[in-house]
């Protein structure tokens, strides 16, 4: 498959092969090279998905916009593995999938109870708590459809890693596990330990998985994965820290969903157990050390994207 156009320096498309040179790479053009790529595989992702009404009810919310940061980071691990990011865009749409459908349930009454996400009505508001849940359930299938079935360029045992990481991170070991202490701890006084199961489990098992498969589609060695997934730890408890910090700082407006409702929930916040200076603090310290996990593999700039996805995380402004 080749890669849809970009002409960045040294982006997944420019057919150069050399990587972004350090110093030199131009983050926010990548960015939204990478973004548009992305954009244009989920939209021609969904085939012929029946009934309508459910294929409707999908295609609302997985093109619903997003930072798609997820695919992005999947691409990227790819391409500082060594490999060609086209052969990973498979994967990267199943873990956007599989982002879009936790962010359906999530937002539905037996568990947030939010009628906001991506700037529009949440799924169940437009078409009803069943179809929702059942969006949600195509989606997630669909995810290992898009994998197992969709990535025919990919050596197969290559891709049942890939299963077993998207598996660890969706299940009870990764997001339905955070998501159950997530509603067990509501309205409880959580410690920092709770709440960094929470978001380990909630958040960042899927940005471990990103990374992961990425790298597993190039054939990466064990250290490179070993690195990788100590970026993703830290990126991923940084991410939840400023989603915690925009829940009190944004707008509804920017965000594009219901701001303050952690505090409307009654949930434990990184900035109600710490304050903001300190919890923005710690963000900084995830991602420095995010970063230099990755420092070995620097060397001939294709690291660029991750770092600065790193840096995009905590600088971001919703
Ligand atoms: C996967 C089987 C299965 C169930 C899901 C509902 C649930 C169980 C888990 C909740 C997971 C969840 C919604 C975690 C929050 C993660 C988070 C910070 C989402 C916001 O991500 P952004 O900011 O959103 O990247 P955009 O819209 O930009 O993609």
Do not use: W
């Not at 997003?66 to 086209?86: Q, T, V």
Request: proline fraction near 5%; include cysteine; glycine fraction near 10%.
């Amino acid at each position: 498959m080749t890669a849809a156009v970009s002409t960045t320096p040294g982006s997944p498309a420019d057919g150069t092969g050399a990587g972004p040179e350090a110093g030199s790479f131009d983050f926010p053009a990548y960015l939204e090279a990478t973004r548009l790529q992305v954009e244009t595989a989920l939209e021609a992702s969904l085939g012929p998905e029946r009934p309508e009404s459910l294929r409707e009810a999908m295609r609302y919310s997985l093109l619903a916009g997003g930072k798609r940061l997820r695919p992005i980071l999947c691409l990227a691990a790819c391409e500082l593995a060594g490999g060609d990011s086209a052969l990973a865009m498979p994967t990267a749409l199943a873990l956007e999938m599989i982002h879009t459908m936790s962010l359906i349930h999530d937002d539905l009454p037996a568990m947030d109870d939010d009628d906001l996400r991506r700037g529009r009505p949440t799924n169940h508001k437009v078409y009803g708590e069943a179809k929702a849940i059942l969006a949600g359930d195509a989606l997630l299938t669909r995810a290992f459809e898009m994998v197992a079935l969709r990535s025919p360029q990919v050596p197969a045992e290559q891709l049942l890693r890939v299963v077993g990481e998207l598996s660890l991170a969706s299940g009870a070991p990764g997001l339905v596990g955070g998501q159950v202490v997530d509603l067990e701890c509501e309205g409880k006084d959580v410690d920092l330990d709770t709440l960094e199961y929470i978001h380990l489990h909630k958040t960042g098992a899927l940005l471990r998985a990103c990374v992961l498969s990425g790298a597993l589609i190039a054939g990466a060695p064990a250290a490179l994965l070993g690195a990788l997934r100590t970026y993703a730890r830290g990126i991923g408890l940084a991410f939840q820290i400023i989603d915690d910090i925009l829940d009190v700082t944004a707008s509804s407006d920017v965000l594009g969903k219901t701001a303050g409702k952690d505090l409307t929930a009654d949930k434990t916040t990184y900035p109600k157990l710490l304050g903001l200076e300190e919890s923005r603090q710690r963000a900084e310290a995830l991602v420095a050390a995010a970063k230099a996990a990755l420092e070995p593999f620097a060397a001939e700039g294709k690291a660029a994207p991750l770092l600065a996805l790193a840096d995009y995380i905590t600088s971001r402004d919703r």
